[in-house]
């Protein structure tokens, strides 16, 4: 799995990995498109305050908004290896490994999709909601 951002670089955050810039003001709105191109049916764009993606051998990466700096903190810092200033990484190639689903909560209905293999999933985009007093 790889995390990657497009723009700043992931800081160290304790107990978490951050971005660099930007805000998140409480939410984020979820894409997952499949690699048979059907996607993961109704539900999306998917809005909650966090994400779960599962991995194939039980690990857990929750992005999720937290603290007065409005600071998007992914989980497990210590599972995660920070590859390049954008990038994050779980597993490695040729581990076998392969995220299983995804679920979106807190943000009304809960939302997941689940992934029968590896070739099933293209690419999942998690993006943080815009912020409210910049939308007019």
């Keep these: 799995m790889t995390v990657t951002l497009d723009t700043g670089e992931w800081n160290d955050d304790g107990d978490a990995w951050s971005p660099s810039t930007g805000e998140n003001p409480g939410g984020f709105i979820v894409t997952v498109e499949s690699a048979t191109g059907s996607g993961c049916g109704p539900g999306q764009p998917a809005e909650g305050k966090a994400v779960d993606v599962l991995y194939s051998d039980g690990t857990v990466v929750t992005f999720k908004a937290a603290g007065l700096n409005k600071k998007t903190k992914v989980r497990p810092k210590t599972d995660l290896r920070k590859v390049s200033p954008p ?8 581990d076998k490994g392969y995220i299983t689903g995804i679920e979106v909560t807190g943000g009304g209905t809960p939302w997941k999709c689940q992934f029968a293999n590896r070739d099933a999933l293209s690419v999942i985009n998690i993006t943080p909601m815009p912020n409210k007093r910049s939308a007019q």
């Design 87 to 94: 990038v994050l990484e779980y597993g490695r190639a040729g």
